[in-house]
């Protein structure tokens, strides 16, 4: 069965009002309607949910005060239910994932988890410089590459990073994502990145199709 699409406004309005026990009990109940399925609860109630604060944020609908303590709200219940690592990671292909300058941690959390659970390499550079990453994608021979940012300046930069690995044809493929990508959606292709993505979950796939394992 589908997720009640009123859980997924249920949810997001018990982010709004800072009520960390309603917003737990619903993903509680999408959880139990789901299977225990977390990444589908993710895909479909918190990322739709964090994205819509954000862009209310943007708008000047809501203070930062809330977009902050929803986000920390989420980060928190995602954090409890997330799984562990897989253990079958052997010679499957390296994932890199990095915030590029900024500071946010639960897209990349919830990616990082995703990645683990199905058995993928993946190395968390963190918040990193622009030559930081290019010397690490080099010498680590990253297959794929996220990037998320939180502002366009830090977005429009992307292209330093494409523009090295079409230089060295080293065959990265680069998937970005974050708030200037969503409120944009031809900017990825601005920045010569190989795809965007809206959620995490979609990324794993896009990810998949792009190295063949999909």
Known sequence: MGIDKRLAIGFE??????DRIAAENIIKKALADENGDIFKVIDTIISPALESIGYKWEHGDIALSQEYMASKIAEELTSKTLPVESSQRTSRAVIGITTLE??????????????SSMGFNFIDYGSMSIEKIKKKIASDKVEVL???????????????????????KNGTKVIV?????LFDDELWKE??????????????????????EF
């Open 102 to 115: 900024d500071q946010h941690m639960l897209g990349k959390q919830i990616l990082k988890a995703l990645i």
């Open 146 to 168: 996220f990037i998320s940012t939180l502002m366009l300046n830090h977005a429009l930069r992307v292209k330093e990073v494409t523009e090295f690995i079409e230089k060295e």
């Open 191 to 212: 920045v010569n990145a190989s795809a965007m993505a809206r959620t995490a979950v979609e990324g794993m796939h896009i990810a998949q199709e792009l190295i063949g």
């Open 13 to 18: 309005n018990a982010l709004l009002n800072i």
């Open 177 to 181: 994502g974050g708030a200037p990508f």
